[in-house]
């Protein structure tokens, strides 16, 4: 997996990752997105959530209320989108704004949702180039992405724990995948017992690593943006890959130190795997799917975790929209 090619001293790692890896920020906290400088940023529910209960966002969140017209669900939407616009103003690249988790396995609700979402950044001046619509790599939201993707909205593949979900997404033609790294290793540490892995060991890194070579291999031109990071380790272990996602926490720590970042993956140097190349139909999706009993049910944890979030918002949002 290693090239073990360094980056000069001297710059703190965060820098020098960003030499060999486009560095995405994970977060709703415009301020911290300001402060790292990142390519990208991407968001979610959950994080939506937590910066829409801080007072340095009220704002957004009271224009949102205002621009809803009394809709729950427009309100919502605008939301998203008015932190999204926000973060449009500090990143150079793409925002990723999430599709309702309650519409993951509704392919044409899926998709409605997306023209909508867009529709709104349009009504704000925001390019559709600017945005990925997030959405659960279930094999419905990957269908959806499909038929999004063609009419030039591009998508950011969500909640990816398998190769099947990672295949089906770059034979769809998405143009990025968001594969998670920590929530691999939180099921395997529960189901083998044991504290913890040396990032080398990760089943995290190692699942991304697969992914990126397979892509690599195969000339897949999606997208791997490695997410969901527990540390540091997990995240310079995946040097390289196309893209990372990463919580100002653990950016926070890796600009604190200056240790040599070696980069991990090479994308050059994938051809020469000896990798077999798998036909993705809806079949085979379900049936490996169905024989990764820890892709099935983190795919599925991730779809109610991401709900209860989106329903604790919706409170919220819903006694501001009453007043």
Not at 169 to 195: H, N
């Given at each position: 997996m290693s090239s073990n090619k360094k980056q000069k001293t001297g710059e703190n790692q965060v820098e020098q990752l960003k030499r060999l890896t486009t560095i995405v920020a994970d977060t709703g906290d415009i301020e911290a997105i300001r402060k790292f400088k990142p390519q990208d940023?991407?968001?979610?529910?959950?994080?939506?959530?937590?910066?829409?209960?801080?007072?340095?966002?009220?704002?957004?969140?009271?224009?949102?209320?205002k621009n809803g017209n009394g809709s729950l669900s427009t309100t919502m939407d605008e939301l998203a989108v008015n932190f999204g616009a926000e973060i449009t103003k500090i990143v150079p690249g793409y925002v990723s704004t999430e599709v309702d988790a309650r519409l993951s396995f509704d392919t044409e609700a899926t998709i409605a949702k997306a023209r909508s979402i867009i529709a709104s950044y349009k009504a704000k001046g925001i390019d559709k180039s600017r945005i990925l619509i997030k959405v659960a790599a279930t094999?419905?939201?990957?269908?959806?992405?499909?038929?999004?993707?063609?009419?030039?909205?591009?998508?950011?593949?969500?909640?990816?724990?398998?190769?099947?979900?990672?295949?089906?997404?770059?034979?769809?033609?998405?143009?990025?995948?968001?594969?998670?790294?920590?929530?691999?290793?939180?099921?395997?540490?529960?189901?083998?017992?044991?504290?913890?892995?040396?990032?080398?060991?990760?089943?995290?890194?190692?699942?991304?690593?697969?992914?990126?070579?397979?892509?690599?291999?195969?000339g897949y031109d999606t997208i791997v943006m490695g997410a969901s990071f527990r540390n540091t380790g997990e995240v310079l272990e995946l040097a390289g890959c196309d893209r990372l996602t990463i919580s100002p926490q653990l950016l926070e720590k890796l600009t604190m130190s200056t240790d040599d970042v070696?980069?991990?993956?090479?994308?050059?140097?994938?051809?020469?795997?000896?990798?077999?190349?798998?036909?993705?139909?809806?079949?085979?999706?379900?049936?490996?799917?169905?024989?990764?009993?820890?892709?099935?049910?983190?795919?599925a944890e991730g779809i109610r975790n991401f709900t209860k979030d989106i329903v604790s918002l919706e409170t919220i949002v819903s006694e501001k929209i009453a007043k």
């Open positions: 940023a991407t968001t979610n529910p959950s994080l939506i959530f937590k910066a829409a209960t801080m007072p340095a966002y009220a704002s957004l969140v009271d224009d949102a209320v094999w419905e939201g990957i269908k959806a992405a499909e038929i999004l993707e063609k009419e030039g909205i591009t998508c950011n593949l969500t909640l990816i724990f398998s190769k099947a979900q990672a295949i089906a997404c770059a034979e769809a033609g998405c143009t990025l995948i968001s594969p998670f790294v920590g929530r691999i290793m939180d099921w395997y540490k529960k189901a083998q017992g044991v504290d913890g892995y040396e990032p080398k060991d990760d089943p995290g890194v190692l699942s991304v690593a697969d992914i990126f070579k397979y892509y690599k291999k195969f070696v980069q991990k993956l090479d994308a050059e140097a994938c051809g020469d795997e000896d990798i077999e190349k798998i036909t993705m139909d809806e079949k085979t999706f379900r049936w490996m799917m169905n024989e990764d009993p820890m892709a099935t049910e983190k795919l």
